[in-house]
Every structure is written in C-alpha cells, then in structure tokens.
Nanobody, 124 residues
Framework: QVQLVESGGGLVQAGGSLRLSCAASGRTFSDYAMAWFHRAPGKEREFVAAISWIGTNTYYADSVKGRFTISRDNAENTVYLQMNSLKPEDTAVYYC?????????????????WGQGTQVTVSS
C-alpha cells in the first residue's frame, strides 16, 4: 500500500502561482511513477502531468505545457507540481497518483494509488 497526501491548494488570482506537494508513505517511493490529475466541476478526471521513477522523464497535458512543472524528491518521498500563469479553467481538485506500470502514465487506470485531493481555485 502507498498512502498519498496532497497539500498546497488554495485560492489564487488569474496569472498567479501555486505549488502543490504530495507526500508518499508506505512503500519505496522510487518504485513508482507519479502523476497529477485534476477534476473540474462537472467533468471527468483528467491527466495533468507525470514523472518517471527517478525524474528523468516528464509528460504534460497540452493545456499545461509551459506553465506547469512536475518534479520529485525521492529522498523526501514527495512529488511537486509548480503551477504558474494560472487560469480560471485550471480550477479543479488536484490529485496525485502512483503507478508501478511502465506505460500509460496519462491514463487514470494506470494508477493504483490516489490521494484525497486538494482544491485549487483560480479567480478571474
């Protein structure tokens, strides 16, 4: 089992920045690829970004490329999502997730473990 706890959400004006954190416990953190997904009101959960086991490779949804950066600190068992130039359409609950699969990192079924989520609200 892997336990994931997100933090860092909040209310921010458009154009602002937030940094989300996800602390992991329970298993060897570097055994897992990590990702962030979000769910906006009335919508399905969507992929935001993913990072490989030691952080060599990163992947982003087109909607966040150039604005968001995913990173991880395996010594601290934490994955981060730096969000810059935030837009009202980024408003959602953000979830971190852990996967031991080698492919499909942009799809929710690839992830066996999920956090409870943290709310991000961007005002216009």
């Amino acid at each position: 089992q892997v336990q994931l706890v997100e933090s860092g959400g909040g209310l921010v004006q458009a154009g602002g920045s937030l940094r989300l954190s996800c602390a992991a416990s329970g298993r060897t953190f570097s055994d897992y690829a990590m990702a962030w997904f979000h769910r906006a009101p009335g919508k399905e959960r969507e992929f935001v970004a993913a990072i490989s086991w030691i952080g060599t490779n990163t992947y982003y949804a087109d909607s966040v490329k150039g604005r968001f950066t995913i990173s991880r600190d395996n010594a601290e068992n934490t994955v981060y999502l730096q969000m810059n130039s935030l837009k009202p359409e980024d408003t959602a609950v953000y979830y971190c997730a852990a996967s031991q699969r080698a492919t499909g990192w942009d799809t929710a079924p690839s992830y066996a473990y999920w956090g409870q989520g943290t709310q991000v609200t961007v005002s216009s």
